[in-house]
T-cell receptor, first 114, second 115 residues
Framework: AQSVTQPDIHITVSEGASLELRCNYS??????LFWYVQSPGQGLQLLLK??????LVQGIKGFEAEFKRSQSSFNLRKPSVHWSDAAEYFC????????????FGKGTHLIIQP | GAVVSQHPSRVICKSGTSVKIECRSL??????MFWYRQFPKQSLMLMAT?????????EQGVEKDKFLINHASLTLSTLTVTSAHPEDSSFYIC???????????FGSGTRLTVV
């Protein structure tokens, strides 16, 4: 069965500093990977996704992620965080069939210090 | 872009009653929709996959008789929590696949409180 691990429950970063959120997946075939952001009491907004091709994926709000098959990782990065980036971030994986739901990691709560 | 509308955003119901949550794809047709449940400060857990015109597929451990799913049209799926109990209180989120690039679009969620 597929699974996603986000090892950091909380991360605190100073405003303007760089950010990296870790995500490791377990999946037998080629994974379809996603990063979502959730503000309190809200739904999820897609930041970026990876299916194939270039392993460095650019997303919205200045985020990027790099797929590393050898490490089973899909870490999310941002060079300079803003206070508005404070939120919950979820990494997710699914199969390529398009008929399956997403398996989510437990999420990483990002706190931005002024 | 693709939009999924979910209603209501919040609902409080008495124990033993049923509540219906609607999930609509506003600008695209969704043959498949998904229902997730999220406990406070936890991740989203897939409950079921809703297919237009056929029975939903439930994940292991999800009671199909408690969580009734109907996907009667290409733009609407409903989740009915039957005989609700306080332990059913949770945040329920629906999702639909929009387009051929596996764009999973999420609704804004429904906060259910059973008292």
């Amino acid at each position: 069965a597929q699974s996603v691990t986000q090892p950091d429950i909380h991360i605190t970063v100073s405003e303007g500093a760089s950010l990296e959120l870790r995500c490791n997946y377990s999946y037998g075939a080629t994974p379809y990977l996603f990063w979502y952001v959730q503000s309190p009491g809200q739904g999820l907004q897609l930041l970026l996704k990876y299916f194939s091709g270039d392993t460095l994926v650019q997303g919205i709000k200045g985020f990027e992620a790099e797929f590393k098959r050898s490490q089973s990782s899909f870490n999310l990065r941002k060079p300079s965080v803003h206070w508005s980036d404070a939120a919950e971030y979820f990494c997710a994986v699914t199969s390529g069939g398009g008929a399956d739901g997403l398996t989510f990691g437990k999420g990483t709560h990002l706190i931005i210090q002024p | 872009g693709a939009v999924v509308s979910q209603h209501p955003s919040r609902v409080i119901c008495k124990s033993g009653t049923s509540v219906k949550i609607e999930c609509r794809s506003l600008d695209f047709q969704a043959t498949t929709m998904f229902w997730y449940r999220q406990f406070p400060k936890q991740s989203l857990m897939l409950m079921a996959t809703s297919n237009e015109g056929s029975k939903a597929t439930y994940e292991q451990g999800v009671e199909k008789d408690k969580f009734l799913i109907n996907h009667a049209s290409l733009t609407l799926s409903t989740l009915t929590v039957t005989s609700a109990h306080p332990e059913d209180s949770s945040f329920y989120i629906c999702s639909a696949i929009s387009g051929g690039d596996y764009g999973y679009t999420f609704g804004s969620g429904t906060r259910l409180t059973v008292v």
